[in-house]
């Protein structure tokens, strides 16, 4: 049976996707991202990813049926020595919508990342509280984002490709639904039954430098 990694870039509706790929399955879900306090953010040398760790938790769950998640685009690097490994991730085309979310749920310091199904009222007022918030996002925060982002695409470019592997686009799964016939998923779309929904548009209102900030990632 084929070990399924599911690699998430942050704010790509990967929350939503991997509950309907667990549930599809009738898989139990081992997120890695605990071992290492992650917040849904890109991986980097300084955040201490321990592969150590990793396969420590990875091995407590040997031969359930088990789906592994993690924002950390690091552990690429050693899922080979898994059995037939299926590689899905997860990702946004919008970079600059995707940054201005990511830094949005940054800035919550936990106390928000999606407005959840199961959770709705408590959630949503959690959200709209937040973007009463107004930011001015300093440009060194975008580059360090940007070449965040380019790392993980650099590693994603050379491991993956050993692999059964697969992108799944936040935009997708918003409008036209998204078919996975690695997996026999078929019309996976993001609507307003999900675990997690979609969020209404805010960003040129909360961001004080929209334009600027729309600027300089056409720069880079």
Same mark, same amino acid.
């Given at each position: 049976?084929?070990?399924?990694?599911?690699?998430?870039?942050?704010?790509?509706?990967? #929350?939503?996707?991997? *509950?309907?790929?667990?549930? /599809?399955?009738? !898989?139990? /879900? %081992?997120?890695? +991202?605990?071992?290492?306090?992650? =917040?849904? &953010?890109?991986?980097?040398?300084?955040?201490?990813?321990?592969?150590?760790?990793?396969?420590?938790?990875?091995?407590?769950?040997?031969?359930?049926?088990?789906?592994?998640?993690?924002?950390?685009?690091?552990?690429?690097?050693?899922?080979?020595?898994?059995?037939?490994?299926?590689? &899905?991730?997860?990702?946004?085309?919008?970079?600059?919508?995707?940054?201005?979310?990511?830094?949005?749920?940054?800035?919550?310091? /936990?106390?928000?990342?999606?407005?959840?199904?199961?959770?709705?009222?408590? #959630?949503? *007022?959690?959200? +709209?509280?937040?973007? *009463?918030?107004?930011?001015?996002?300093?440009?060194? +925060?975008? &580059? +360090?984002?940007? !070449?965040?982002?380019?790392?993980? *695409?650099?590693?994603?470019?050379?491991?993956?490709?050993?692999?059964?592997?697969?992108?799944?686009?936040? $935009?997708?799964? %918003?409008?036209?639904?998204?078919?996975?016939?690695?997996?026999?998923?078929?019309?996976?779309?993001?609507? $307003?039954?999900?675990? #997690?929904?979609?969020?209404?548009?805010?960003?040129?209102?909360?961001? =004080?430098?929209?334009?600027?900030?729309?600027?300089?990632?056409?720069?880079?």
């Amino acid at each position: 049976m084929s070990t399924i990694w599911i690699i998430r870039e942050p704010r790509s509706g990967s #929350t939503w996707f991997t *509950e309907q790929v667990a549930k /599809h399955l009738g !898989f139990d /879900h %081992c997120f890695l +991202d605990s071992i290492t306090g992650g =917040l849904g &953010i890109q991986s980097d040398p300084n955040l201490g990813f321990d592969s150590s760790a990793v396969l420590s938790k990875i091995n407590r769950f040997s031969g359930t049926k088990t789906i592994y998640s993690t924002h950390f685009f690091n552990v690429l690097q050693i899922i080979d020595r898994y059995d037939d490994p299926i590689v &899905i991730r997860c990702a946004r085309r919008n970079t600059l919508d995707q940054f201005l979310s990511y830094y949005l749920i940054k800035t919550a310091n /936990h106390r928000f990342t999606n407005i959840n199904s199961n959770r709705q009222q408590a #959630t949503q *007022e959690q959200f +709209d509280k937040l973007v *009463e918030s107004r930011f001015l996002i300093p440009k060194k +925060d975008l &580059i +360090d984002y940007v !070449f965040a982002k380019r790392r993980d *695409e650099e590693i994603w470019n050379e491991f993956a490709p050993k692999f059964k592997n697969f992108t799944v686009y936040y $935009e997708d799964l %918003c409008e036209n639904g998204v078919d996975i016939p690695l997996l026999n998923m078929y019309n996976c779309k993001i609507d $307003e039954n999900g675990y #997690t929904q979609k969020l209404p548009d805010y960003k040129t209102k909360v961001f =004080l430098n929209y334009d600027m900030i729309q600027k300089w990632i056409s720069e880079y």
